[in-house]
């Protein structure tokens, strides 16, 4: 999917990874590779083998192949390709905002913002979601009606390291099974993909954006979602978790008149393209009602 990067300018990004997909999504020979890579074990399999120390002859073409500034990561010795991809990266390289009415993103990602309509349906590539499939809560859905939905699409190239958005008290996490499909955009139009793809979410309850909900959804290829708090007070900016090996995505849901989203990723998912935001890059900010209403 075609992206604006972070100088405000437009990437065709059409890569080797997206032509696979396309093949694998798109005709019946594909359709036939993929069913036996989808399931869990597979991928239980393929996370076994990037956390032994065979794999460590992967990192170095992988770094070289995605053109990853290592100068921004704690340098160290890896013993696994995972111990590499769920690499730290230094401090002071991901600064919060001061104004904690400012929503952060969570992660390195390229994003979309979609309005949550009164169905409590929303479109992702032609595909409609409900938000009742996706939480599993009717009425935890029902919460979130008017809202906004944020679509944070993590590559493999992005740091899969990821923070709170917002600081507030935290209830437990939310975990769903479910067999493993890719978050490239290609999928969604042929694949219900977040009814398919294993899930953890929390819901965040907070003096300056009310009540959010923040997913973790697992792709091809991941083995696991590792997040290090259950319950209690969380601050923004706090690490929540890592992904392991893949493409992975995180969701951040909004209440009605809790967040005014910033105007270019708004402006940018109507014309089609994911916007490139890096960890505590502002999603959108406080509305003043929220502001007044704490």
């Known amino acids: 999917m075609d992206y604006i990067d972070l100088n405000g300018k437009l990437v065709k990004n059409t890569t080797s990874q997206d032509k696979l997909l396309e093949y694998l999504y798109?005709?019946?020979?594909?359709?036939?590779?993929?069913?036996p890579l989808v399931q869990p074990q597979i991928s239980k399999l393929a996370g076994r083998y990037l956390s032994?120390?065979?794999s460590v002859g992967l990192i170095e073409q992988f770094i070289k192949r995605n053109n990853i500034d290592m100068s921004s990561y704690i340098e160290r010795d890896y013993t696994s390709f995972n111990d590499f991809f769920t690499r730290k990266i230094k401090k002071g390289k991901r600064p919060l905002p001061d104004d904690n009415n400012i929503l952060i993103s969570p992660c390195d990602c390229k994003a979309?913002?979609?309005?949550?309509?009164?169905?409590?349906?929303?479109?992702?590539k032609s595909t409609e979601y409900t938000l009742r499939s996706l939480l599993r809560s009717p009425r935890?859905?029902?919460?979130?009606?008017?809202?906004?939905a944020f679509l944070l699409r993590l590559t493999v190239d992005d740091y899969h390291r990821y923070v709170y958005a917002a600081s507030g008290k935290q209830s437990k996490n939310y975990h769903i099974d479910g067999s493993f499909h890719t978050v490239n955009p290609i999928a969604n139009d042929y694949l219900p993909i977040y009814k398919e793809?294993?899930?953890?979410?929390?819901v965040i309850h907070t003096k300056e954006f009310g009540d959010i909900v923040q997913m973790e959804v697992g792709a091809l290829l991941v083995g696991k979602i590792s997040n290090h708090t259950q319950?209690?007070?969380?601050?923004?900016?706090?690490?929540?978790?890592?992904?392991?090996?893949?493409g992975s995505t995180i969701l951040v849901l909004t209440a009605k008149n809790a967040v005014t989203p910033r105007e270019d990723l708004l402006r940018n998912t109507i014309c089609g393209y994911e916007t490139k935001l890096l960890q505590g890059h502002c999603l959108g900010t406080a509305c003043e009602t929220k502001k007044l209403n704490p």
């Not at 798109?26 to 069913?35: D, E, V, Y």
């Not at 793809?197 to 929390?202: C, G, L, S």
């Not at 319950?231 to 893949?246: A, D, I, N, P």
């Open 26 to 35: 798109t005709n019946i020979a594909g359709r036939m590779l993929l069913k």
């Open 52 to 54: 032994s120390a065979h």
């Open 112 to 124: 979309t913002v979609y309005k949550i309509q009164e169905n409590t349906t929303f479109s992702i």
């Open 140 to 148: 935890l859905a029902k919460r979130f009606r008017g809202g906004y």
């Open 197 to 202: 793809n294993t899930r953890e979410y929390t």
């Open 231 to 246: 319950s209690g007070f969380v601050m923004r900016g706090e690490e929540k978790g890592y992904f392991e090996y893949g």
